[in-house]
């Protein structure tokens, strides 16, 4: 099946700090591929997907790109902000609708 | 409301007891997902369901059981409850299309700590 390697956390990081979060992946055939993040309390929700190679997602100042020849979908942010602090998840989705989630990376962001 | 509805929030009980939590969504996906998050394993599917009584194992169900008469219902027990079955707990729904851009949709979760 499916599986997701992501860097371990906690990432560290001061206000307005440049955000890398690594995510590689292993599936079969060419998976849609998502981020999604988890607030201190809360559900998870999406943040952003890419469906094919090539493929940038953006949505709040974060970024991933779709890259089939490293099967990688890093997460960044050029300017973090304190309100960013949470647990972000990659997932590729598979043909058969199944999301197969990394072990979540946890961001601090300090002021 | 619209959405997808977790019950209860909380949840305390002890080992060996049944507990039932309860999962609504109110925009008739057809897909209905249950996993449990635990630290140092990120999220594991433990049920879903891909329609009103079709149901089929996730990676760790065992423990667990499922049922789905209605599609817009997709309750989760503990048969007999276990120190080991200590987590949160998230459902989750998506219509199921084949469309590469569908995604899954979460829950608040269930918190649950067995005594």
């Known amino acids: 099946g499916d599986s997701v390697t992501q860097m371990e956390g906690p990432v560290t990081l001061s206000e307005e700090a440049f955000l890398t979060i690594n995510c590689t992946y292993t599936a079969t055939g060419y998976p849609s591929l998502f981020w999604y993040v988890q607030y201190p309390g809360e559900g998870l929700q999406l943040l952003l997907k890419a469906t094919k190679a090539d493929d940038k997602g953006s949505n709040k100042g974060f970024e991933a790109t779709y890259r089939k020849e490293t099967t990688s979908f890093h997460l960044e942010k050029g300017s973090v902000q304190v309100s960013d602090s949470a647990v972000y998840f990659c997932?590729?989705?598979?043909?058969?609708?199944?999301?197969?989630f990394g072990g979540g990376t946890r961001l601090m962001v300090k002021p | 409301d619209a959405g997808i509805t977790q019950s209860p929030r909380y949840k305390i009980t002890e080992t060996g007891r049944q507990v039932t939590l309860m999962c609504h969504q109110t925009?008739?996906?057809?897909?209905m997902f249950w996993y449990r998050q635990d630290l140092g394993h990120g999220l594991r599917l433990i049920y879903y369901s891909a329609a009103a009584d079709i149901t089929d194992k996730g990676e760790v169900p065992d423990g667990y059981v499922v049922s789905r008469s209605k599609t817009e219902n997709f309750p989760l027990t503990l048969e007999s409850a276990t120190r080991s079955q200590t987590s949160v707990y998230f459902c989750?729904?998506?219509?199921?299309?084949?469309?590469?851009?569908?995604?899954?949709?979460f829950g608040p979760g269930t918190r649950l700590l067995v005594l």
């Open positions: 997932a590729p989705r598979d043909a058969g609708n199944m999301l197969t």
């Open positions: 989750a729904s998506s219509d199921g299309l084949a469309r590469p851009q569908e995604t899954q949709y």
């Open positions: 925009w008739s996906h057809s897909y």
